[in-house]
């Protein structure tokens, strides 16, 4: 499994996306779909997507019981997602109960990675809303490390606490991390931000790249600019 640039196409519409892919006539990028889009248009703006040769990682992020998130996770296999996500908080059963209505037939399945606490949650409101009373690097840890026991195959994680993450649950397990920004960059409402040279140094196996590629004047040359910088 190889390093990749995910673009984040946090569109409301499948025409903004059309429009938008359709710039890439060389590489086609891997994208992510997230809950606007895939709420907005359905099942078959991945299909479409996929038709057009994209890997795609799913971004639902699910959480219920097991058998609801078992049962919904045979249904995104089914669309032949290569990534699909859900929160840790769920517990190792569910997460364990989302693999095996991942796996396919044939034994094949999306990758699954986990998101630990949202970087919207700081240590105030994990303590007062959620009654954690732990530091909150310790929470993210503990995650991950039942991810990992679940079976999982890695996590969404800020690219600075990539390198900690390896460390705890190994360097085979995937991180894929937001938050990037070229160092000439505007760094909009992202606080901790990173270069997609600063993430492949630390070891980070996915980025996902919205708007510095999604907003730019010229996406497919920012685009290429973050796969030379992090992959090549
Ligand atoms: O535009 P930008 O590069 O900030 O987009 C980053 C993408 O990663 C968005 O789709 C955002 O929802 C997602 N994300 C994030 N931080 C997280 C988890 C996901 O920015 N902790």
Known sequence: MGR?????????????????????TGRKPFVKIGMELFYAE????????????????????????????????????????????LHAAGTKRMMEGALEGLTRPDGTRPLLIAVTQLTSTDQETMENDLLIKEPIDKVVMHYAKNAKDAGLDGVVCSPLEAGKVHETCGAGFVTVTPGVRFADGDIGDQKRVMTPAEAKKIGSDYIVVGRPITAAPDPVAEYERCVAEFVD
């Open 4 to 24: 990749d640039v995910i673009i984040a196409c946090d569109f409301s519409s499948a025409e903004q996306t059309f429009a938008f892919l359709d710039k890439f």
């Open 42 to 85: 359905g099942p078959s703006i991945v299909r479409e997507i996929k038709k057009r040769g994209h890997k795609i990682f799913l971004d639902l992020k699910l959480h219920d019981i097991p058998n609801t998130v078992k049962k919904s996770m045979a249904v995104l296999s089914g669309l032949d997602v290569d990534m699909t996500n």
